[in-house]
């Protein structure tokens, strides 16, 4: 730690002031609920400037919150990286189709209901902070978390919070004379998101392909699909998916707990392998 002893961390503002992408959308489609569609187009507006994704994203953002049935009905038309559901074998499951698995689906959401389940997530994330600073004997403070800061934050208006389609409005403006322009004014939301793509493509490659060889042990994955993918991803055909890295995790933990086929039957009724493990 460099000889500091006390860190400042960042955590909570983005569940106090409306960071997070899911705040947008949900205020979006509170401002059409209420009528208000002149503010809507105007924050969307401001959204597209600021942002160079696909128009699809972002009318797959509001519909999650404004239409979620409907968009379950017509979720394939929009675009969708991920390969999931063609990694699992859905006669193992005994579902003639993806469209039969359970899905979770929004219901409207409002924006305070979005903050209550950020904070709930938030608390598993502090223990992951506390933990990982104590492992390097280094305290850790939280200034956006001080009670009062968080109270006076929730009694703020979401025009105060989320203003021409970005989050954290006013900490902003607060922070203009403070911080430099490409710093406040930064708006492409990141996580501390791993480099899994260039470690799969490149020293990692042997290990991923070592890792995903052993779903052929786990009937409910299409393992050879998997592996052709993989090895698409590998020649630069098609983008990463996160999957991988998942189906790995997912492998290893049944390894590491000793969980059979025959166990994830006794919990999962959809599952019901059609042959002996």
């Avoid at 968009?71 to 991920?82: A, E, G, H, Q, V």
């Avoid at 060889?213 to 409910?220: A, H």
């Avoid at 933990?253 to 493990?277: C, G, V």
Wanted: charged share 25%; hydrophobic share 40%; glycine share 6%.
């Amino acid at each position: 730690a460099e000889g500091r002893k006390v860190y400042l961390s960042g955590q909570g503002a983005d569940e106090i002031i409306a960071g997070y992408g899911s705040y947008f959308w949900s205020f979006l489609s509170e401002l059409l609920l209420t009528g208000r569609i002149m503010t809507a187009i105007s924050e969307y507006k401001g959204y597209r400037k600021k942002r160079v994704n696909s128009a699809f994203i972002g009318i797959r953002g509001f519909s999650e919150y404004l239409f979620p049935s409907l968009l379950r009905m017509y979720k394939s038309y929009f675009p969708n990286t991920s390969q999931a559901n063609s990694f699992l074998d859905f006669q193992e499951l005994q579902l003639e189709d993806k469209n039969q698995a359970p899905q979770i689906i929004r219901k409207n959401d409002s924006t305070k209901k979005i903050l209550q389940y950020r904070m709930t997530i938030l608390r598993s994330i502090l223990h992951y902070v506390d933990r990982t600073s104590m492992a390097h004997s280094v305290e850790t403070r939280i200034p956006f978390l001080d009670y009062r800061l968080v109270e006076f934050c929730m009694s703020l208006p979401n025009s105060l919070k989320i203003k021409d389609g970005i989050g954290k409005y006013i900490l902003r403006q607060i922070m203009e004379n403070i911080l430099p322009a490409k710093i406040k004014n930064r708006f492409d939301k990141m996580g501390f998101a791993s480099p899994e793509s260039v470690w799969a493509r490149g020293d990692l490659n042997d290990f991923y392909r070592e890792e995903l060889s052993k779903l052929r042990e786990i009937p409910l994955i299409k393992s050879e699909v998997v592996l052709k993918s993989f090895e698409k991803f590998t020649k630069g055909l098609i983008p990463y998916d996160s999957t991988f890295t998942r189906l790995i995790n997912f492998q290893r933990w049944l390894s590491i707990f000793k969980i059979s086929a025959a166990a994830i039957a006794a919990l999962n009724p959809l599952f019901k392998p059609t042959h002996s493990p």
